[in-house]
């Protein structure tokens, strides 16, 4: 049966839902839902539908511009093929966004040989969408030509064609997609392409291995302008990236099915803008070459690894969101030139860092170690908090500089800063620089220190009761503080501070404060030896190996000064002093009572009588 709406003749449900089922339509009327939906269904099983062109159920594009709506839905899962040919925004503008359905097994939606525009659009078919015409939109804008996701329906764009979609956001889910087009466009707003169900797929030159469901070359990438390119979801398998070059639209990779990885392979890729790739438990494989001219962003459930360089111009995050997954990125071309954040959880995942280049580390948390090794006779700067869960060495052939907020922090692994890691030992070999406000805490694990040239402290925390608690080492500078408000350098109460340095420990303006059971302290060859124990101290060794002085404060008690000594063999030599600074805390025999109970005491019996004091009388 046809519905009829004779001309002149109007049907109007004001602003409440319509729906009309046929086998034909002749609209010379007006049809109006207002600002709710209208819906057409054809009630044929497999009959065809045709807009602007002709079909077992057609309307006219005089027909459609009769239709005002707030959305126009066309087919559902019973009708056959859809065709669109021709259709203006004169003809389309009345009915705000137009869906088309031809999800029945073996239907497809065609648009024809004439241009057609809409606002926004949803297209929905079971076994492809063709283009063989330029399609403008003026909304959002989707396409699934494989609505039952069985990997069998494309989506193609023929010669010369483009797809337009604005400045609004366009999905398009696919079993596989031929670009012969000339573009495809969502100006500023992002574009999206989904895979089918467990499809793999392959961008650049790559092959998957002969697994690939559909390919995206770099040619074919290069037709697409959006403000964000934006290839899978939760649904498809594995993305292989080769030889990916000149993209430079904003690209997210998402392959974060279970078992989904991305791999990148067959060919470096360059060229890229940001890049950022989630993952599922397959990890992420850098295996060749990646360079960014922006920022690269890593989610993986699985380990990530590196075989190729990295070069990024941008800022580099690394996360595994799945417990004891490693980060393992070690070849030593990799060059980052923005901030550097690595992440793990669980107990056990490992995080690995090594470039020959200069390098900047943020903010990071690893559940297991943490390694950063900077190489190249190069530098490394730490800008955020470090904490981990098992042990954390950082090494660099070059300086190591702290900022503020460059604390490191773990439970009961060791930290270890090595700056000069390449032994230059020259005097320029590297310093290594905490400031007023860094904290490395050890928890119940060591912490050892060394550089060629000075090591300036922040503080150093730890509750090991080890022998080498705290270990400084310089081979050609001094330990000095990085503070002058007299705040705690070194807390760690139940272990041994051991220094080795040469330009001396301390100065005699600010002496190195610390909190330790004892002390091992050398120094070969000029400065003085400066140190404030804010509580009882054991000397078990202080060598002035230089013309400098041995001078020690302390609070508390003071056990081993004669193993304080001055081993200089020239003239003059220094002297050593040993003075206490809680003198009014000490016992005076014979009264039981300490110098501030006595003095308090004394002050209290002494009493004062008014009196007055006049001016002499000069007159």
Known sequence: GTFTLASGEALSTGNNALSITAGDLA????????????????????????????????????????????????????????????????????????????????????FGTSDSTFQGLTVNAENGITLSSSLTTNGTTSFNSDSDSDGTGSFTLDSGKTLSAGNNSLSIKLGGMTLNGTSISSGTASTTILASSGVTIGLGSSTCGGTCGFSLSSTDLGKFTAGSLIIGDSTNGDISVGALTTITTPLTLNATKASSGVSFDTGASSGLGSLTINAGTGGVDFGVDVTTAGNLSVTSGGAITDTGTLTIAGTSSFTTDVADQAITLDNTSNSFTGAVSLNTSGTSGNATLTSNNTMTLSTSTVAGDLAV???????????????????????????IIFTASGDLTTTTGSITVTADNDSDNNGAGGTLAMVDGTVFDAGSGTLALSADEDITLGLLET??????????????????????????????????????????????????????????IDNTTSGN???????????????????????????????????????????????????????????????????????????????????????????
Do not use: C, H, W
């Not at 002709?54 to 899962?77: P, Q």
């Not at 310089?474 to 503070?483: A, E, K, L, N």
């Not at 760690?492 to 610390?514: C, K, M, Q, S, Y």
């Not at 025999?589 to 300490?594: I, V």
């Open 27 to 110: 609209l010379s009327g007006t049809l109006s839902s207002g600002t709710t939906s209208t819906t057409i269904l054809n009630s044929k099983s497999a009959n065809t539908i045709g807009l602007g062109t002709t079909g077992d159920m057609s309307l006219s594009t005089t027909e459609l511009a009769n239709i005002t709506a707030g959305s126009l839905t066309i087919g559902d899962g019973n009708n056959g093929n859809i065709t669109v040919s021709g259709v203006s925004s004169t003809d389309s503008d009345q009915f705000g966004s137009l869906t088309l359905n031809a999800t029945a097994s073996g239907s497809s939606i065609t």
């Open 529 to 619: 030896i400066n140190i404030f124990d804010t509580d009882s101290l054991e000397v078990f060794k202080i060598d002035q190996a230089g013309p400098g002085d041995i001078q020690v404060s302390y609070q508390g008690s003071v056990s081993g000064t004669e193993n304080a000594v001055i081993s200089f063999t020239g003239d003059p030599k220094g002297t050593i002093t040993f003075f206490r600074r809680d003198i009014k805390e000490q016992i005076i025999e014979g009264t039981g009572k300490t110098l501030g109970q006595l003095a308090f005491g004394t002050t209290q019996q002494l009493n004062f009588d008014t009196f007055e004091i006049k001016a002499p009388d000069f007159q």
């Open 373 to 399: 090794t900077v190489g190249g006779d190069n530098s490394l700067n730490v800008t955020g908090a470090e904490s981990a869960g098992g042990s954390i060495s950082l090494l660099a052939d070059d300086d």
């Open 463 to 520: 509750t090991s009761s080890s022998d080498t608690a705290v270990t400084l080492t310089s081979t050609s500078g001094g330990v000095f503080d990085g503070d002058t408000n007299a705040s705690l350098d070194i807390d760690a109460t139940t272990g041994r501070l051991v220094a080795d340095v040469v330009t001396g420990f301390g100065t005699e303006a600010n002496p190195i404060e610390t909190k330790v059971k004892s002390v091992d």
